[in-house]
């Protein structure tokens, strides 16, 4: 079957870092997204990666190895607008979306 | 303006009535989705529609119902509601890439009591 595991929930304190995993197994793979979605708001896309490595952009990066079907997103220098749930979805073999539930990030002051 | 919009963005309904969820973008997308979030539970897609002449069935597809009247219209139809289907509701666009970002509407909360 197809699963998408990342955890619940996570606090960090503003300043910080703070790295949000993803671990999958799915059929067939065609690429990672992470999207952020901020309370009773839609989900707006992050990242994307399809080839092993890091991607970086500004504050986020986004790693990915697909030989043990994981991936994190990391966020630097964390600033309290980044309170949201961060979704972790894998393009399968028919070019869908498999999503996984979100991880809630709650900031601190 | 939003370049993908949903009406209505709250609704609370009986068991049994019909409900219409309308999306349309401004875009330019050929690719039109609507998806169902539920706490504690990904994203589920419902329906997608790649043309306007093409309807797919997602993953739950069953007691929905959907149209593509035009390319940037895509409405979503419960015939006969039922408490199961309370819900956030999320229609998307992609464009025709395989790395296609979604961008997807503000949602529609339904409820249905």
């Known amino acids: 079957g197809q699963n998408i595991d990342q955890p619940t929930e996570m606090t960090a304190t503003e300043g910080a870092i703070v790295q949000i995993n993803c671990t999958y197994q799915?059929?067939?793979?065609?690429?990672l997204f992470w999207y952020q979605q901020h309370a009773g708001e839609a989900p707006t896309f992050l990242s994307y990666n399809v080839l092993d490595g890091l991607e970086e952009k500004g504050r986020f990066s986004s790693f990915l190895s697909r030989s043990k079907g994981y991936s994190y997103l990391l966020l630097k220098e964390l600033q309290m607008k980044d309170s949201a749930s961060y979704l972790c979805?894998?393009?399968?073999?028919?070019?869908?979306?498999?999503w996984g539930a979100g991880t809630k990030l709650i900031i601190k002051p | 303006d939003a370049d993908v919009t949903q009406t209505p963005r709250n609704r609370i309904t009986k068991t049994g009535k019909r409900i219409m969820l309308e999306c349309s973008q401004t875009?330019?997308?050929?690719?039109m989705y609507w998806y169902r979030q539920d706490p504690g539970l990904g994203l589920r897609l419902i329906y997608y529609s790649f043309d306007v002449k093409d309807i797919n069935k997602g993953e739950i597809s069953d007691g929905y119902s959907v149209s593509r009247q035009a390319q940037a219209k895509f409405s979503l139809s419960l015939e006969s509601a039922i408490p199961n289907q309370t819900a956030l509701y999320f229609c998307?666009?992609?464009?025709?890439?395989?790395?296609?970002?979604?961008?997807f509407g503000e949602g529609s909360r339904l409820t249905v009591l």
């Open positions: 875009k330019g997308h050929d690719r």
């Open positions: 998307a666009t992609s464009d025709q890439t395989d790395t296609g970002e979604l961008f």
């Open positions: 979805a894998i393009m399968d073999s028919n070019y869908q979306l498999i």
């Open positions: 799915t059929s067939g793979f065609n690429g």
